[in-house]
């Protein structure tokens, strides 16, 4: 009798651990999309979408927003144009990237640099850097600024960059974090 016990419980609890193992590595491979470097993996996606980057002027529709280029520039030097200490310069490499961004939707949204990320040819990823924004002209400082429905609004960030770093495209993102959308821009430099 105490061996048909032990036998039962032990089918009791190994069988649910052995269901619980397999519904963990079905859903891990869904996620992943079927193995790596699929034609459906997101990174895959995500370098076929960088290959068609806009040029600068062009449109980008992302979600219900969008972005168009209207300038880019790496410099070595920036001067400072608010928040007290007009005229400081700052030295280094840095992209500066002016734009226009379009509100499509029917409510207020919030934009800021968050939305925005900068990929060099060896896929490193920047964002706008925190330290330059008094270097960003006031009328274009994007920084928690509110863009009612249909409005476009001009913008500029800042990136500082490695030395040497180039083939340049500009990641600009849905204002809803959670849709995961992105279009790019190629600066052409």
């Not at 400082?141 to 960059?161: A, Q, S, Y």
């Amino acid at each position: 009798m105490w061996r048909g016990t032990k036998l039962a419980f032990g089918g009791c609890v190994v069988l649910p651990v052995l269901l619980v193992i397999g519904f963990v590595g079905c859903l891990a491979l869904v996620a992943g999309g079927g193995g790596e470097g699929g034609s459906g993996s997101g990174e895959s996606r995500e370098r076929k979408a960088q290959q068609a980057a806009v040029d600068i002027g062009q449109p980008v529709h992302v979600g219900e927003v969008t972005w168009t280029v209207t300038n880019a520039l790496q410099v070595s030097e920036i001067r400072e144009k608010g928040f007290g200490r007009f005229g400081e310069t700052k030295r280094g490499n840095f992209v500066i990237v002016q734009f226009n961004f379009t509100n499509n939707l029917s409510e207020t949204v919030t934009l800021d640099s968050a939305s925005l990320s900068l990929i060099d040819s060896r896929g490193n990823k920047s964002e706008a850097d925190p330290d330059t924004f008094g270097y960003v002209p006031s009328n274009k400082d994007i920084w928690m600024e509110n863009v009612n429905p249909d409005v476009t609004r001009p913008g500029e960030v800042i990136f500082t960059v490695a030395s040497g770093a180039s083939g340049f495209k500009l990641q600009v993102g849905d204002t809803n974090p959670f849709t995961g959308k992105n279009g790019y821009v190629d600066l052409g430099f």
